[in-house]
């Protein structure tokens, strides 16, 4: 996508979904100025009515009889059903447009965040992530339903000024004035109170969603060392901090109601005064259409009050947003031979490296991958990999396994779990494939967890396998049946492997080994080649 001059990454996708949801924005907007005219002559209308009708009766049987029920309340029933219809057409239209375009934008924050650098994007925890995606993107809602606002407060302004002009124009004069007096004073107390503390909220939501995804995942460790007390007092400060950001908004919200009720007092009084020599009847239609002028502006004080928070989001999110995915990227070919550390790895070899903890085994692979370094020292689709700490979706066993292979079928799945030795456990479950592991995969063991991501890795078709720390966690007896399948497997189709770990009985499968030390932990050991051969 080209970017205009002067605009922001999010701009251009607001911009390209106004362009797509033109129609329904078309028409909300004609839904809001007609909703915004009818409400405020509908009302006007409505209090000339009665008290024209109770004047008409109390001048007598003659002038009762003579006044004109019939059209005014033909006029009133008219208003109310084309009010109706076109607040259904405009929540209709309008929030179906925004709903449409929020979910258009959050596959575009998610590319953009697996576009940006690993440094960036894997530094990023859940619960900032998720922030990301939910909050931040709903903040920026307004930007679509909000387009609406002004048209509608410039009808249901317009209506009340054509009514108050019957009466004169002093009336009308007044209702202007307050209608301005009434937008300055909204945009002036959201800047100065609703913007920090609609900020404050997004940061702060962010920071209780950080701590609560972190503490969560730690619940049992958190259990085990008495530390539970700990965790809520935490997340009571978070949930405090947020809360006291919330209450601030809503005084400053407050503030903007109680200001817009004043200069509406005012400007029905000064209307009412202003008309009352034209008659009651006027005098009352001028002092409800006062009412509905300055009503009609909510909308517009209701968006000063989000504006803290939108921009805010759209602080956030253009930081995430710079990074642009490319949708047609440049076709890789996989290499022939992987030169790590001196060894040269061709099709279907195996290399296994090992060493203490620390020494820079894992580091290795990530760098092999791109993860640590510049992303060009590798293609990725060389390798299917599975890292030390293996995440799972909170899905079903068939969900997490097609991560690899979207289009893998139920018999290709069968088969990769029968090879990590995980086949009769997920038969033994009565969804079977369709078994919900939960999050993180929480109602499988340890050892099932590595498993089923050791078949996830087996469902991808790639020339090597990239398996750091395969048997971690297994029992002797469990670690000796998936080693003996994955030799079979490796024989069966020719991939090659690379192959981390501390313990002896997975070395034995492969038929080189490098042994890392920890004092040569550095970018000499921890940065292998890729190369092609030619």
Not at 181 to 201: C, G, H, K, M, Q
Not at 480 to 504: C, F, I, M, N, P
Request: proline share 5%.
């Amino acid at each position: 996508m080209t970017r205009s001059p002067g605009t922001s990454p999010l701009d251009d996708l607001i911009r390209a979904q106004k362009r797509q949801r033109a129609g329904a924005l078309r028409l909300a907007v004609l839904s809001a100025v007609t909703v915004g005219a009818a409400s405020t002559l509908l009302l006007g209308l409505s209090g000339w009515f009665i008290v024209a009708s109770a004047g008409a009766g109390a001048a007598g049987l003659a002038a009762a009889h003579a006044f004109n029920v019939l059209l005014p309340s033909a006029g009133i029933r008219f208003l109310a059903i084309l009010r109706t219809a076109a607040r259904y057409g405009e929540r209709l239209s309008g929030h179906a447009a925004a709903l449409r375009a929020l979910a258009a934008i959050r596959p575009a924050v998610f590319e953009s965040l697996a576009a940006a650098p690993p440094s960036q994007s894997l530094s990023l925890s859940r619960g900032e992530a998720s922030a990301r995606l939910v909050q931040d993107v709903d903040a920026i809602e307004t930007r679509f339903v909000r387009l609406s606002a002004p048209w509608s407060a410039a009808a249901g302004l317009g209506a009340g000024l054509v009514l108050a002009l019957l009466a004169g124009w002093a009336p009308a004069l007044t209702i202007l004035t307050a209608a301005a007096a009434a937008l300055v004073s909204a945009r002036a107390l959201a800047r100065r109170f609703s913007a920090p503390a609609r900020a404050t909220i997004q940061t702060r939501t962010g920071a209780l969603k950080d701590s609560v995804a972190a503490l969560v995942s730690a619940s049992a460790e958190l259990r085990a060392y008495g530390l539970a007390d700990w965790a809520g007092e935490t997340l009571n400060a978070r949930a405090a901090a947020l809360d006291a950001a919330r209450r601030d908004a809503a005084r400053a919200q407050g503030l903007i109601i109680a200001s817009q009720a004043v200069i509406c007092g005012a400007a029905v009084a000064a209307a009412i005064a202003l008309a009352a020599p034209a008659g009651a009847a006027l005098a009352a239609l001028s002092g409800l259409a006062a009412v509905m002028s300055i009503d009609a502006l909510t909308s517009l004080a209701n968006a000063f009050d989000q504006d803290g928070a939108a921009h805010e989001a759209r602080e956030r999110l253009d930081a995430v947003l710079r990074h642009r995915p490319r949708h047609a990227p440049r076709k890789t070919p996989c290499p022939d031979h992987l030169d790590l550390f001196g060894h040269t790895l061709g099709p279907g070899q195996r290399l296994a490296i090992c060493g203490p903890s620390g020494c820079g085994k894992t580091t290795a692979i990530e760098t092999l991958l791109g993860l640590r370094g510049p992303d060009a020292v590798t293609t990725r689709e060389a390798f299917a990999w599975l890292p030390q700490d293996a995440g799972l979706v909170a899905g079903t066993v068939r969900e997490n396994l097609r991560l690899a292979s979207p289009t893998a079928s139920d018999d290709e799945l069968w088969a990769v779990l029968e090879d990590a030795c995980l086949a009769e456990r997920v038969r033994a479950a009565p969804e079977g494939l369709s078994a919900y592991v939960g999050d993180d995969g929480e109602r499988l063991s340890g050892g099932e967890r590595r498993r089923l991501a050791l078949a996830r890795a087996y469902l991808r078709d790639a020339p090597w396998l990239l398996l750091d720390e395969p048997t971690e966690g297994l029992d002797p007896a469990t670690e000796a049946a998936v080693l003996a399948h994955l030799d079979a497997r490796l024989k069966r189709t020719g991939q090659g492997v690379v192959l981390v770990s501390h313990r002896a009985a997975p070395l034995a499968i492969c038929e080189r080994t490098v042994h890392l030390d920890t004092h040569e932990k550095g970018p000499a050991s921890a940065s292998p080649s890729l190369v092609s051969a030619l």
